[in-house]
């Protein structure tokens, strides 16, 4: 802390902070001393080129020339330093009220919606009989991916993740060939495809944009997936009872890499302690310390805030996929109970997972998946379900819906009520465990043990 002149008593001193373009600076001053002279400190503190004027937090300007006392100024007051005109408001310590431009909800809104089209633009591609209608969208796929990795205009960045799903689509059209036997290969092309424009679309963008990382993961690892089930020649259920399960763990994992925090913007508590200012800013003056700049922590937040997204978003599209292939490739009766277990528990569990989850988009997401696993579940009830069952059927799922509305009440408070949060997590830990010996039975493990058991001892 630095101080402005020797003589005086405590009584006679202003203690001020004066947060600038050099940084947060704290000052005792005399309390005769002018606006200038604290202005003239803070610069030669920072390290300015020019001296600065003065402003109050609400933007008053502070005359030079009259002493602090008759400018109304205080003990304690947090002061602004501005070049030019007036500076910002100040609502908190450290932090102004100017922010970065920022491409708004709609606009991510507008790139969910061109993503879903590519998809379906893609599906229809691959199923369309007229050879000219199947080059055309390919083409124009093709482009829209090629646009969507530019690192050009203010929403390059909402494209960027949007260009994975038109490369995806565009190569499912391209390779994809009727039969269930051909479809998981088809899928894994297409998850290398995503992976490889968004390989690319990080590598030009201005800042390395972890979505893209998450998208580049979830990509291989559907390629490397389908690619050692088709090397190894297993049965497809075995394929998307691996990929349910994956996505359903995956949704307890992504907060992990999301609260990675760099070790120079972890705050030093005992200096903290004794200089406050010390965790608001970096000077840039002769004191070199190491300070948490707001702009690092905006970053930091906003990193954060779009791997929760991204990865949420990889673990829907995973689980809708897994979870409607897994119902149809299961054919014999012991595989396909096994599947409809791994198919409800799965969606318990996430759901279960969503509660814990604060970032709002991330939760939808992950509810959205859940619920998509017990909608499929119930039309293939449904579909197998005799004249007498489907009205079983129908009043069981609404009464299993009831009974998830309360408990999605309940347990969303979990954090404000610690008997619902342990509640949740006993749930939410019996759906993960029973999906995963699920797994053994739908993918028909289980099965061709019985069959081998039953020519070896039958």
């Not at 259920?237 to 760099?262: E, G, K, N, Q």
Request: include cysteine; proline fraction near 4%; hydrophobic fraction near 55%.
């Amino acid at each position: 802390m630095a101080a402005l002149g020797t003589s005086g008593t405590l009584s006679e001193t202003l203690a001020l902070s004066v947060h600038g373009p050099g940084g947060v600076l704290d000052l005792v001053v005399p309390a005769g001393a002018s606006g200038s002279d604290v202005a003239l400190e803070y610069a030669r503190e920072a390290g300015l080129g020019v001296v600065p004027r003065l402003h109050t937090t609400t933007g008053r300007v502070i005359d030079p020339a009259r002493p602090l006392t008759e400018e109304r100024v205080v003990s304690g007051q947090l002061l602004v330093a501005a070049l030019g005109g007036p500076g910002p408001a100040v609502s908190g310590a450290g932090r102004t009220d100017e922010a970065p431009e920022t491409a708004g909800p709609v606009s991510g809104l507008v790139i969910a919606v061109a993503a879903a089209a590519a998809v379906l633009s893609g599906w229809f591609a691959a199923h369309v009989d007229s050879f000219l209608l199947h080059t055309i969208t390919v083409d124009l796929l093709a482009v829209g991916a090629i646009l969507g990795v530019l690192p050009v205009g203010r929403y390059a960045a909402q494209r960027a993740l949007a260009a994975p799903a038109f490369a995806a689509a565009g190569a499912y059209a391209i390779v994809w060939e009727p039969g269930a036997v051909e479809l998981p290969m088809a899928l894994g092309i297409a998850g290398l495809a995503a992976a490889v424009t968004a390989a690319i679309a990080r590598t030009l963008a201005d800042e390395r944009d972890d979505a893209l990382t998450v998208v580049m993961i979830t990509g291989a690892g559907i390629f490397l997936a389908a690619g050692v089930w088709a090397v190894a020649g297993f049965s497809p259920p075995l394929l998307w009872s691996v990929l349910l399960v994956t996505a359903m763990l995956a949704a307890r994992f992504i907060p992990s890499f999301a609260i990675d925090v760099p070790d120079q913007v972890l705050l030093d508590l005992e200096r903290l302690a004794v200089t406050a200012w010390s965790a608001r800013d970096r000077p840039r003056g002769r004191r070199g310390r190491m300070l948490v700049t707001t702009p690092t922590i905006t970053a930091l937040v906003r990193r954060g805030s779009r791997i929760v997204t991204a990865g949420a978003a990889a673990v829907f599209v995973v689980t809708v996929l897994s979870a409607t292939q897994l119902l149809a490739t299961a054919l014999v009766e012991v595989d396909q109970n096994g599947a409809r277990c791994l198919v409800f528990f799965a969606g318990g569990a996430l759901l279960f997972a969503a509660r814990s989850y604060r970032h709002r988009s991330a939760r939808l997401l992950l509810r959205l998946a859940g619920l998509a696993c017990w909608l499929v579940l119930t039309i293939e009830l449904l579909r197998h379900a005799k004249s007498g069952q489907a009205t079983l059927v129908v009043v069981t799922s609404l009464f299993l819906g009831a009974i998830m509305v309360a408990a999605a009440v309940a347990t969303g408070r979990g954090w404000r009520s610690v008997w619902w949060a342990r509640r949740a997590e006993i749930g939410e830990g019996i759906c993960g465990a029973f999906a995963v010996a699920a797994i053994f039975v739908s993918s028909g493990i289980v099965r061709t043990l019985w069959e081998i058991s039953s020519e070896r001892f039958g």
